[in-house]
């Protein structure tokens, strides 16, 4: 018999939508969440049996109203709660492909920013480590050891 490695795991996901013309990021300020609030990037839970892509789609759609396709994955972000015995692991996606009509959404306010307007101060808790996966090629993951809890860079590289 060998070693089993099942363990408890939260699937989320968030999407940097990006306007090529403009230079400006969807940006969302999310009511329901449990960290510090801020502006974030659309995106939300996989449902069990949903692929993870699928998700991401979905959950720009419910909470934007617009339709994204042509996805690239960035990396990922995970928090682990050590006593409970499990993990959320957040998937990053990000794509300047999207058509419809931008409309707000029960879960905060909705609207494009530029880009270099996102810093620590007005942004939510993480999110700035969350935006160097985003946006910066060597950077793929980051890892709190609480749930929730500040995010660290890792140091994987992506490869060129």
């Known amino acids: 018999m060998g070693i089993n490695r099942a363990q408890k795991v939260e699937l989320v996901n968030?999407?940097?939508?990006?306007?090529?013309?403009?230079?400006?990021?969807?940006?969302e300020d999310k009511t329901d969440v449990d960290w510090e609030f801020g502006h974030t990037f659309p995106g939300?839970?996989?449902?069990?049996?949903?692929?993870?892509?699928?998700?991401?789609?979905?959950?720009?759609?419910?909470?934007?109203?617009?339709?994204i396709?042509?996805?690239?994955?960035?990396?990922?972000?995970?928090?682990?709660d050590q006593q409970a015995g499990y993990r959320k692991i957040g998937f990053l996606y990000r794509t300047?492909?999207?058509?419809?009509?931008?409309?707000?959404?029960?879960?905060?306010?909705?609207?494009?920013?530029?880009?270099a307007d996102l810093n620590t101060k007005n942004t939510a808790e993480s999110f700035m480590e969350m935006l160097a996966i985003f946006?910066?090629?060597?950077?793929?993951?980051?890892v709190s050891s609480t749930m929730?809890?500040?995010?660290h860079l890792t140091a994987n590289q992506k490869d060129d």
């Not at 929730?148 to 995010?151: A, I, V």
């Open 96 to 115: 300047n492909h999207f058509s419809g009509t931008l409309k707000q959404g029960d879960e905060g306010r909705i609207f494009w920013l530029p880009l």
């Open 135 to 142: 946006t910066e090629p060597t950077t793929v993951s980051a």
């Open 44 to 67: 939300g839970h996989v449902e069990p049996g949903e692929p993870v892509a699928n998700a991401m789609i979905r959950e720009v759609f419910e909470e934007t109203g617009l339709h």
């Open 69 to 80: 396709s042509q996805l690239e994955a960035c990396g990922c972000v995970e928090w682990f």
């Open 148 to 151: 929730n809890g500040q995010l």
């Open 14 to 27: 968030m999407c940097m939508v990006y306007d090529s013309n403009t230079k400006q990021v969807l940006v």
